[in-house]
């Protein structure tokens, strides 16, 4: 599943000799700094700092004002960038040839694609992070978990129609922002790049090298930042960009995050707003926020900002909502836990469940992490908890839908973009210390990895549950 495989404490890169394009070729080894865009809602003093986790690129770090909930200005029709900013952007506009790149997760098209999905998934090592003796255990212990699960993945794609919509859904949404720059007078190509399935990232960063993009800014479809999802594919960006001595060069603008932004706030609350209009009595829905789960062991051992951001987010959209004269009651819980390790709480299932049972009657559930339908609002949210929720007593059940292409939406990420424009810069790196592989040069150190990967491969393999599954899915 795209994100309930993401979700179970492990992040991924994809492995070149699994299900994977060639390796693009390059001559020398450079090292690129990327700045990143901290936006911030100087109102309410939003302003998240992460140090991406294994980042070896220099960044400097660089505020916008997003006007989130600025006064005396009416939301339709309103843009969140100064003349100052946009005069500055005119200029860069004049000099480069801008693209944007739009990241998202990717999923299988169709049922054969599950596995393959699956392996690249596992096969990142920020998804299972293990110890450095056993890293070359990788790839084969990706292929275990993948076989294992692809059955139970196939099951719930069947249902949402046999494949991911994602990919449909952001080439979409690419076109909408492209168009949405060039009413603004910013001639752009907007690009996409998934993390494990096509169109891949490598793919789309070749094709901004064949196009002698010069200034490009990096737009994560993810609100809010997670070392899990932003973190893990900038990181590929990081490696790409710091082998090609072209890219090297280019000026990139990443946009980490974007929750706190005056456009999506007032876009989520539109969504919310409408749908509680479909229900008898709306005063009395309780508005329940499920967003994706991450590992609490990212959280407190690694700085991910995701949950006190997705908090922050939460709280401004019913702000807004408040402000619209809409005082419903809400909740926020966490969704895809997968594994025995603790999740962030509280999660969605038991949620639903002490909600029913506690006399709530009518819920609209709200996917507050998405962007895009996918396998987690089709099936996880609109079919396994609908159908819990109904179980447990309540009466009534809504979904706000994925943002989707709402023009507001659209029209708040060009503007984004445009802010971010004039901060691309690309910025040296101190010399490198040593390398990765110093480790494993070492002969008595090779000797004990084999050692005990041989062991870990053993048990895994005399596992029943691996057993019946090679047994009925020879690779």
Known sequence: MEATALSSGFHPLVKRNGYRVPRSSC???????????DLKDRSFGINKKLKPEGSSIAIRRLSFKTNVFEQARSVAGDTSFDDTTTAKTRSHVAEDKIGVLLLNLG????????????????????????????????????????????????EGYAAIGGGSPLRKITDEQADAIQMALQAKNI?????????YWYPFTEEAVQQIKKDKITRLVVLPLYPQYSISTTGSSIRVLQDLFRKDP??????????????????????MADLIEKELQTFSDPKEVMIFFSAHGVPVSYVENAGDPYQKQMEECIYLI???????????????????????????????????????KSGVKSLLAVPVS?????????????????????????????????????PSFITDLADAVIESLPSAEALSKPNAAASDDSESSDAFSYIVKM?????????????????????????
């Open 370 to 406: 998405f962007v895009s339908e996918h396998i987690e609002t089709l099936e996880e949210i609109d079919m396994e908890y609908r159908e819990l929720a109904l179980e447990s007593g309540v009466e009534n059940w809504g979904r706000v839908p994925a943002l989707g292409l709402t």
């Open 27 to 37: 001559s020398q080894r450079k090292f690129v700094s990327l700045v990143r865009c």
């Open 318 to 356: 019913m702000e807004e909502l408040k402000a619209r004269g809409v005082p419903n009651n809400h909740k926020l819980a966490y969704q895809s836990r997968v594994g025995p390790v603790q999740w962030l709480k509280p999660y969605t299932d038991e949620v639903l469940v002490d909600l029913g």
């Open 187 to 195: 001639a752009a190509t907007v690009y996409v790049g998934m993390r």
């Open 107 to 154: 999923g299988p098209e169709t049922l054969n694609d599950v596995q393959p999905f699956l392996y690249n998934l596992f096969a990142d090592p920020d998804i299972i992070r293990l110890p450095r003796p056993f890293q070359f255990l990788q790839g084969t212990i990706a292929k275990f978990i993948s076989v294992v699960r692809a059955p139970k993945s196939k």
């Open 451 to 475: 050692f005990f990967g041989s062991i870990l491969a053993f048990v895994l393999l005399l596992s029943p549950k691996m057993f019946h599954a090679f047994r009925n899915h020879i690779i």
């Open 246 to 267: 072209y890219l090297a060069g280019v000026p990139v603008a990443i946009i980490e995050s974007w929750y706190q932004r005056r456009g999506y706030v007032n876009s």
